[in-house]
């Protein structure tokens, strides 16, 4: 369990916003029943080609029916498929079974680049594409750990004396669009275009991610996760591929550079609160612009810890260092 005590570079102190994180971590951390669910859209080729591969993988037709279609089932995690855009389903949970959501979507870009990637929904600001304005869903940063270097390295599998999806790039997205819900989520999909979305090999290498996921045994190692939050860099951020890949930490929330100027107290009490296993923020100095004062400043006046992530990450390697010399 991650140290609830909140600082910053020149003061260390307990205060009322780490009490009162320390009562939502508990309760999000010790969940009384942890079921997975996992959903589709029909207006998405990527989220159908992903929901094929996992009926071939074992998940097998209920009785049951929502959102007018047949839902199925694997090890007490159900699928659902919906009519509805997915970033418009505004509180679908609600009519969902399961404790967390995983969306099985496409990735949309003008650049047409291939990618496999993870991330949380949510809205810095104005909410144009689904969702609320400044209000973010609960993230799941251990299992989108999990996703990110299990897509890694699958991606590089050979099969046939050729890497499996050599030419896909695997990064973790800053949190974006809606729905908003109130369940943790997490996205994992396909992009950028047509030709991706319908790949079928691609849509088998999700399903394998969600499938181990969903693994039981395994899931006390995704839940002890500690977490930071990011501030700063792009919409495909790199600093949070390097904290997922190369330390403990896992990463849920990622406020780019571009919506720095949207933050306040508010948003950043909300958005620690909402991402479990929370430890600190990790700050991209450099992809900051010119709002990193701006930044410091609101995380100095709500007493919530921060590092420069090049520090972050020269303590993290020092750490590693040590442990392989007791070895």
């Not at 890694?152 to 997205?173: A, F, I, P």
């Not at 979305?197 to 394998?208: M, P, S, T």
């Not at 991610?209 to 939050?229: A, F, R, T």
Request: charged share 35%; with cysteine.
């Amino acid at each position: 369990m991650p140290n609830l005590l909140f600082e910053t570079d020149n003061k260390r102190f307990h205060s009322k916003i780490a009490r009162n994180y320390k009562k939502v971590f508990i309760k999000r951390q010790h969940p009384v029943f942890n079921m997975y669910s996992i959903i589709t859209s029909t207006k998405d080729p990527a989220g159908m080609n992903i929901k094929n591969c996992l009926l071939e993988k074992g998940f097998a037709e209920t009785s049951e029916e929502q959102f007018g279609h047949k839902v199925y089932e694997k090890d007490r995690t159900k699928l659902y498929t919906t009519d509805q855009e997915s970033i418009y389903a505004d509180n679908i949970d609600k009519e969902m079974e399961g404790e967390k959501i995983i969306f099985a979507t496409r990735h949309r870009s003008t650049s047409g680049k291939k990618t496999l990637s993870v991330h949380v929904s949510g809205n810095w600001g104005k909410a144009e594409a689904g969702g609320k304005d400044k209000q973010l869903c609960v993230a799941m940063p251990g299992e989108m750990k999990k996703a990110l270097n299990l897509m890694k390295k699958k991606v590089q599998e050979e099969t046939e004396g050729k890497r499996r999806l050599e030419e896909y790039d695997v990064s973790m997205e800053c949190t974006h669009h809606g729905p908003y819900i109130e369940k943790p989520c997490m996205w994992i999909e396909i992009g950028s275009e047509k030709e991706s979305w319908q790949n079928k090999e691609a849509g088998k290498l999700i399903a394998e991610v969600i499938i181990e996921i969903l693994d039981k045994e395994k899931e006390k190692d995704v839940q002890e996760s500690e977490s930071v939050i990011v501030l700063g860099g792009g919409h495909y951020n790199q600093t949070a591929n390097k904290i997922m890949t190369r330390t403990r930490y896992s990463v849920g929330h990622i406020c780019p550079k571009y919506h720095l100027n949207e933050l306040d107290e508010e948003l950043i009490i909300q958005a620690m609160k909402k991402n479990p296993g929370f430890s600190r923020f990790i700050l991209d100095w450099k992809g900051m612009g010119t709002e990193k004062r701006n930044v410091v400043d609101l995380l100095e006046k709500t007493g919530i810890k921060y590092e420069r992530y090049k520090n972050f990450m020269k303590k993290e390697e020092a750490e590693e260092s040590n442990q392989k010399k007791l070895q």
